[in-house]
């Protein structure tokens, strides 16, 4: 292939990941170079193809007829490239590459956390590039190749696998915090009593919900600390600042050992479990199998089909 050719090449990969964002700047931020000299390299290939593939407002940007048809030709075709090397990838019997990953905190200290050592042992050629943030973002738009949220967050036009069975929500409290404003009988106790509030991506106050199906209530808990990191809600519980909504399995340890006792166990409510999220319309990238696969392992489900 000509010095020539490979250039456009390159050319019409970033202009197949314009089309497919829909944007200039999240196509930017996706190959990591500026809007200005994806413009540059845009204008390039239509001089030397001959044709306008693209119109561009201040506002707006969308393909030409011509470049709609080339875009999905490219589709194709860059679908096909990706499966043939993800087949001599397969033969080597180990994924090589970089695999970007968007995770709510929780997800990242629970579930990802816990297998690291081993993921990079078993898959020395991966790279993972992690990068933990309980706000709701655009993980195309951010150039991630998956997400880790609640399964009731995950955006329809995406693929979800579960990486864990259903959680289990519960309210916590220290014995000293029980000893001197006593215990909640029921839900509606806790309106009156000291609570850690949970704070959301978007700085809103999280509704505890207690119970399941009809008989759930929804509480709007009042407190001294509000926060948005199980970490910091667990440590504020335990000095006494306030009753706690948490995940069991993050408090396991602190519930064995006597620093928080749970309370209306009649109450605990399930929710939906975390999963993993990517684009439907891409092929897989390498080693996001395996993770998904290793991370089920640990928390006893099994492999995907």
């Avoid at 390039?44 to 707006?60: D, Q």
């Avoid at 009593?193 to 106050?205: N, V």
Wanted: proline content about 6%; hydrophobic content about 45%.
């Amino acid at each position: 292939m000509q010095a020539r050719d490979r250039a456009q090449l390159g050319d019409l990969d970033i202009f197949a990941t314009i089309v497919r964002h829909g944007s200039m700047k999240a196509a930017a931020v996706e190959l990591g170079v500026t809007t200005s000299a994806l413009s540059h390299r845009m204008r390039k290939l239509e001089a030397g193809l001959g044709v306008r593939l693209l119109n561009r407002t201040s506002r707006s940007l969308a393909p030409t007829e011509a470049g709609a048809r080339l875009a999905a030709e490219l589709d194709r075709g860059f679908a096909t490239i990706t499966e043939a090397l993800s087949a001599a990838t397969r033969t080597r019997g180990l994924p090589v590459g970089r695999l970007r990953l968007n995770m709510l905190r929780d997800a990242a200290r629970h579930l990802v956390n816990p297998v690291l050592g081993r993921y990079a042992a078993t898959y020395p050629d991966m790279q993972l590039d992690l990068h933990a943030d309980d706000r709701m973002v655009d993980m195309v738009a951010g150039g991630f190749d998956a997400g880790i949220r609640y399964g009731d967050r995950v955006p329809r036009d995406m693929i979800g696998v579960a990486l864990c069975p259903p959680t289990e929500w519960l309210v916590v409290a220290a014995p000293a915090l029980l000893e001197r404003v006593g215990t909640p009988q029921s839900p509606a106790d806790l309106v009156g009593m000291p609570c850690i509030e949970i704070k959301l991506g978007d700085d809103s106050a999280y509704l505890w919900e207690l119970g399941n199906g009809a008989r759930m209530q929804r509480i709007a808990v009042r407190g001294p600390v509000r926060a948005n990191g199980t970490s910091v809600i667990l440590d504020a519980a335990i000095e006494g600042l306030g009753f706690a909504y948490v995940l069991r399995h993050a408090v396991a340890a602190d519930l064995a050992a006597g620093r928080l006792v749970q309370v209306l166990a009649d109450w605990v409510s399930e929710g939906p479990p975390l999963m993993i999220y990517y684009p439907s319309r891409h092929q897989q990238p390498p080693g996001l199998r395996e993770l998904i696969d290793m991370i089920r392992a640990d928390q006893g489900l099994p492999p995907l089909a």
